[in-house]
T-cell receptor, first 113, second 112 residues
Framework: DAGVTQSPTHLIKTRGQQVTLRCSPISGHKSVSWYQQVLGQGPQFIFQYYEKEERGRGNFPDRFSARQFPNYSSELNVNALLLGDSALYLC????????????FGPGTRLTVL | GENVEQHPSTLSVQEGDSAVIKCTYSDSASNYFPWYKQELGKRPQLIIDIRSNVGEKKDQRIAVTLNKTAKHFSLHITETQPEDSAVYFCAASNPAGNQFYFGTGTSLTVIP
């Protein structure tokens, strides 16, 4: 079985631009969470989606948004990029919300210049 | 919101010795506590977890203990091996499982 997949692997943007990151969960998993991991820090929770609905939100500005599709894949959008948005963006999937075990994808490395 | 603190930030041990990493949490409602291992350039991988209705859990050389009263939990690795070298993260989750809070990580180096 394939694990969680994310695309693209790496991305370079300039300040003010917008970016879309994509995630496909493990087959059969219906919940997707997004995290931001700055170098040397632990992952910071951004969003959780389950059955296409937002079920949890971390302390991130409205420039961050996400959605989940009928096939349970998900997109994370970040508008008006800042230098501080440079980080590894991780996606994690769970069988369902309330089932805590999360399995991470390889991440997308975003660099904002 | 929840606040998870993790200590130490770096840890070096001789091969074969034990390693202990400690975390504290602030929200008494948190009830799920996973530990992740992240090797350089790779994704975090779940290595062990514990729920609040259990005080200790063991899986081969890895064990986790939880003290709900004191709101702290610890990872114990025995008979460490060089391949145990990585960054370890603790985390805490609320009962709904829709909020996760991670510690700042411990960089473990096992010296051959």
């Amino acid at each position: 079985d394939a694990g969680v997949t994310q695309s693209p692997t790496h991305l370079i943007k300039t300040r003010g631009q917008q970016v879309t990151l994509r995630c496909s969960p493990i087959s059969g998993h219906k919940s997707v969470s997004w995290y931001q991991q700055v170098l040397g820090q632990g992952p910071q929770f951004i969003f959780q989606y389950y059955e296409k609905e937002e079920r949890g939100r971390g302390n991130f500005p409205d420039r961050f948004s996400a959605r989940q599709f009928p096939n349970y894949s998900s997109e994370l959008n970040v508008n008006a990029l800042l230098l501080g948005d440079s980080a590894l963006y991780l996606c994690a999937s769970s069988p369902r919300t309330g089932r805590n075990e999360q399995f991470f994808g390889p991440g997308t490395r975003l660099t904002v210049l | 919101g929840e606040n998870v603190e993790q200590h130490p930030s770096t840890l070096s041990v001789q091969e074969g010795d034990s390693a202990v990493i400690k975390c504290t949490y602030s929200d008494s409602a948190s009830n799920y506590f996973p530990w992740y291992k992240q090797e350089l350039g790779k994704r975090p991988q779940l290595i062990i977890d514990i729920r609040s209705n259990v005080g200790e859990k063991k899986d081969q050389r890895i064990a986790v203990t939880l003290n709900k009263t004191a709101k702290h939990f610890s990872l114990h690795i025995t008979e460490t091996q060089p391949e145990d070298s990585a960054v370890y993260f603790c985390a805490a989750s609320n009962p709904a499982g829709n909020q996760f809070y991670f510690g700042t990580g411990t960089s473990l180096t096992v010296i051959p």
